[in-house]
């Protein structure tokens, strides 16, 4: 399984709301399946402007402090 990082304008100018996606400290980035980004756009892994990652690495990304933190 492969996931997509990017910032959350990227999704949103493609039309998805990411308003339940999980998204990092500051709220710039988020991610979201491979398969499902794919659905509204194409040749993500020749664009720049985001990151394939496969599942393990999404996890350790998902355990640094920009992506897992507590709520205040």
Known sequence: MKF???EI???Q?????T???RKN???SKTICHL????ILAHDLEKNENVQI???SEAQ???ATDEWSWEEE
Request: proline fraction near 0%.
């Open 4 to 6: 997509v990082i990017a």
């Open 9 to 11: 304008e990227f999704f």
């Open 13 to 17: 100018r493609l039309g998805y709301n």
């Open 19 to 21: 308003k339940y996606w």
């Open 25 to 27: 400290k500051d709220e």
């Open 35 to 38: 398969e499902y980004a794919e």
């Open 53 to 55: 990652v496969d599942a």
């Open 60 to 62: 350790d990304i998902m």
